[in-house]
């Protein structure tokens, strides 16, 4: 069995396996000169050669033990029919929500929409390197989505009351992005997806609706990835109380932001955790790094526990220092 699988499914403590999310991106030059040559990112994304080659840059170069696949969260509204963009500088650009167009894609039209990102996890996860390596699928959490797709474009500011405006469409969206998000998670298993992770990136938006948006829709996701015999990862990024969010949703593993204290929260959680070091250490030195990494690997040492980041690493993030990571944690006793 694959490290990360055996980590979740036997809470193995021997070894700590290694992958980072974002690991495949910006900080990497093979990614950057592959990006420049193609502007349009979710044509690349569609371009299952590209997107695999992509997948396996940062294995090839640092060998993680995990592959995440080379797709992003707003894949989704994209497959059932909203426009999405990327802008340079700027981020993701969504189209305004067309409800009687995203009514008439079925089941077939959404798995045709996104056919290359299913081809791209299937051809990766046929590429020898792969062999005791896990192949990574991932959505966005039903909420994070639903933000997307409502405030179209990064909730970076906040989102105003005009947000919550329109009960019907919240609710009609949020059974839509239930039911394509269930398909778009057997889609990944069955192309060879080991391992499920649902990042709630904007979950700490939210104080007094987290049952309604986040626990209640989280939760039959989970369920949902559970009964496909596949370990599946929660992200519930920034939210105040992981304990309860574990007792309620019921995720295989938890990965932690860096706001959660790693002692605090080894006592309250018995499922395997993931991540939690704070990205910004990547870009200090080396001898600060092996510090923080060496804390969460001690807090850690008897607990089942993948080694990953309190977010995304960031696109500035120098290579000398995720060789350096990787050594750290590898040569940790
Ligand atoms: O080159 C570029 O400009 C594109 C940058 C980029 C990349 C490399 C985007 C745009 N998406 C991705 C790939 C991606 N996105 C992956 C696969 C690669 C990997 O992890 O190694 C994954 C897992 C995601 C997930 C994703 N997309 C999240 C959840 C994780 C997180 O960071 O919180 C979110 C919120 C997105 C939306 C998104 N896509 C891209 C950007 C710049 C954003 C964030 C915008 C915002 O701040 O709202």
């Known amino acids: 069995m694959s490290p990360i699988t055996n980590c979740i499914k036997n809470k193995d403590t021997k070894i700590n396996p290694i992958w980072l999310m974002r690991q495949a991106g910006r900080y990497l030059p093979e990614f950057r000169e592959i990006r420049k040559e193609n502007?349009?990112?979710?044509?690349?994304?569609?371009?299952?050669?590209?997107?695999?080659?992509?997948?396996?840059?940062?294995?090839k170069r640092f060998g993680f033990d995990g592959a995440v696949i080379f797709s992003d969260i707003l894949m989704?509204?994209?497959?059932?029919?909203?426009?999405?963009?990327?802008?340079?500088?700027?981020?993701?650009?969504?189209?305004?929500?067309?409800?009687?167009?995203?009514?008439?894609?079925?089941?077939?039209?959404?798995?045709?929409n996104l056919s290359k990102v299913y081809e791209a996890i299937s051809k990766t996860s046929k590429n020898p390197i792969m062999t005791n390596r896990d192949m990574i699928g991932f959505v966005g959490a039903p909420w994070t989505i639903?933000?997307?797709?409502?405030?179209?474009?990064?909730?970076?500011?906040?989102?105003?009351?005009?947000?919550?405006?329109?009960?019907?469409?919240?609710?009609?969206?949020l059974t839509i992005?239930?039911?394509?998000?269930?398909?778009?998670?057997?889609?990944?298993?069955?192309?060879?997806?080991?391992?499920?992770q649902i990042f709630d990136?904007?979950?700490?938006?939210?104080?007094?609706?987290?049952?309604?948006?986040?626990?209640?829709?989280?939760?039959?996701?989970?369920?949902?990835?559970?009964?496909?015999?596949?370990?599946?990862i929660c992200f519930p990024r920034g939210i105040k109380d992981y304990k309860n969010f574990c007792e309620i949703v019921k995720p295989d593993a938890?990965?932690?932001?860096?706001?959660?204290?790693?002692?605090?929260?080894?006592?309250?959680?018995?499922?395997?955790?993931?991540?939690?070091?704070?990205?910004?250490?990547?870009?200090?030195?080396?001898?600060?790094?092996?510090?923080?990494?060496?804390?969460?690997l001690s807090i850690f040492k008897d607990h089942p526990y993948i080694f990953n980041l309190g977010h995304g690493i960031l696109p500035e993030t120098k290579i000398e220092m995720v060789e350096n990571l990787i050594?750290?944690?590898?040569?940790f006793k």
């Open 76 to 112: 989704l509204p994209y497959g059932i029919g909203q426009r999405v963009e990327f802008e340079k500088n700027y981020g993701p650009k969504l189209g305004d929500i067309e409800i009687e167009k995203i009514n008439k894609i079925d089941e077939i039209n959404f798995t045709e």
């Open 177 to 196: 992005i239930d039911k394509f998000l269930k398909l778009h998670i057997k889609n990944q298993v069955d192309a060879g997806a080991k391992v499920i």
């Open 254 to 296: 938890v990965n932690i932001d860096y706001d959660v204290d790693p002692k605090k929260i080894i006592k309250e959680i018995k499922i395997p955790i993931q991540g939690g070091l704070d990205p910004t250490i990547l870009l200090t030195d080396q001898i600060n790094l092996k510090n923080k990494v060496e804390k969460y």
């Open 327 to 331: 050594n750290i944690v590898r040569n």
């Open 201 to 232: 990136s904007w979950a700490g938006l939210l104080e007094n609706e987290i049952p309604e948006y986040i626990y209640e829709p989280t939760l039959k996701i989970v369920e949902y990835v559970k009964q496909l015999g596949v370990p599946v």
């Open 39 to 59: 502007q349009n990112f979710i044509k690349l994304c569609l371009n299952s050669d590209l997107a695999s080659e992509i997948t396996l840059q940062p294995i």
């Open 146 to 173: 639903l933000v997307y797709m409502i405030n179209k474009s990064s909730p970076k500011k906040g989102l105003s009351s005009e947000f919550y405006k329109d009960d019907l469409l919240i609710n009609k969206l």
